[in-house]
């Protein structure tokens, strides 16, 4: 066991590497030994080490967060841009924001799959190395409804806005039906995405915690149980607005817009929140890439 661990300790070939919890430098230390400083198992900080993994998939990696971070900024600047148009256009025709819909959904939707692709790839050939999770692997599950959500969306709105019928008169069944499916897909996508960024917190903290990077690793923490704060507090918003909805908090049915707005400003955290996790991995990723190897963590 101890030559074995030895033979994993040599094998980091002298690559600094910090304690994962409060920085210490653990080079030269077999990996069933804890951390001199803290007592931390030094397995914790060195086991999956990301640096295993083939560069390809790094770099893939590192691309990945950075269109995840890019469809997470675009979306806002896209509803924003479209809120302002419509102020100052005075209102275009209902058919020009239906296609910019279309387009806006095709550009930010193949942005976020693609990217959420490329971040929960299958663990390479290495030893200790697993990189997908429970939670990267539900999040390739959703990518794949929300792709089928977005081409059926897509196909819907498309064919309502050739026929010319936005919204459709209510003789026509077959149109209106259409559009009941573009907008019931539609529903499916948000609520995939939803869920993507919920279970993304936790994938993106797994993957961050490979990197040896000690600022990283601690920003991820942090991120994340603020991300799951926000998170158990819009849920808790979400199903008090439920109740008053069905009448069972009437005593509180004046606070509606406050919580209404409040659980806007929090999904907004939220989104932030997320958006500065992804970037900061995709630092992380590009640093990595970039070393080939030669690794010097961050520790202040």
Known sequence: MADAASDGAASRGGLRRPCIKCGYELAGLADDAKCPECGAAVSQSVAGDLCLAPMATIRSMATG??????????????????????IVSGGRSEEFYALFGI??????????IVGWWKLTPRSPEAPNVKLRGRAGAVIRALLILAIVSEIDAVVAAVAAVIRRGWPPPSTNAGLAALIVVGVACGAVVLLV?????????THTRRIALLIPDLRLARSARRLFWIGAGLLLVEAGILVILGLIAEGHLQSIEFMRPYLAIGGMLILVYLVVAFILMVLRLARGLRRLAGAEGQIVPQTA
Do not use: E, H, K, Q
């Open 193 to 201: 995405t939803l869920a993507t960024i919920a279970l993304g917190f």
């Open 103 to 112: 387009g806006f959904t095709l550009l930010v939707g193949n942005l976020w």
């Open 65 to 86: 967060a950075r269109l995840v971070s890019l469809a997470c900024i675009l979306t806002p600047i896209g509803l924003i841009g479209l809120l302002v148009d419509s």
